[in-house]
């Protein structure tokens, strides 16, 4: 069972990572238009690109990596206060080093995204969708 456990969180943490890559790609293509040609500051070029990156994660995280069943209103309040959290300590840390350090804009998105994968999908796996994994209701 022990092995059957981490297989399957090998194969969501995959599944999880190849959203997050495509979530990533958006949040790129986004933070690129928004912060290059239409010249908004880094991070409101940051949030918004975020904000929408954060939407399709979700979305398609929920429907095929966790195969969540559970509610859709509980799910989007535990995922939205993972980002109230994370939100400002990201907005903060890319004002930090870009800004104060000199940094690199775009070494800073990549490592805030990176943060960002990792964390949420530790979330995601153990708060927001919690009751929802067979796995772990089978040995209940």
Request: net charge positive.
């Amino acid at each position: 069972m022990e092995q059957t456990k981490k297989r399957e969180t090998l194969i969501q943490f995959i599944k999880f990572l190849c959203f997050s890559l495509g979530a990533g790609i958006i949040q790129t293509i986004i933070f690129t238009l928004l912060n290059e040609l239409a010249n908004l500051n880094y991070w409101t070029s940051y949030l918004i690109a975020l904000i929408i990156s954060v939407l399709y994660n979700f979305t398609v995280n929920r429907k095929f990596t966790f195969k969540a069943s559970n509610n859709i209103q509980k799910s989007m309040i535990l995922a939205l206060l993972f980002y109230v959290f994370f939100t400002p300590y990201s907005t903060l840390l890319t004002k930090y080093l870009t800004n104060t350090q000199g940094w690199n804009e775009y070494l800073v998105l990549f490592i805030c995204m990176a943060q960002n994968m990792i964390l949420e999908f530790l979330w995601s796996k153990f708060i927001v969708y919690k009751n929802n994994n067979k796995i772990e209701n089978e040995r209940i």
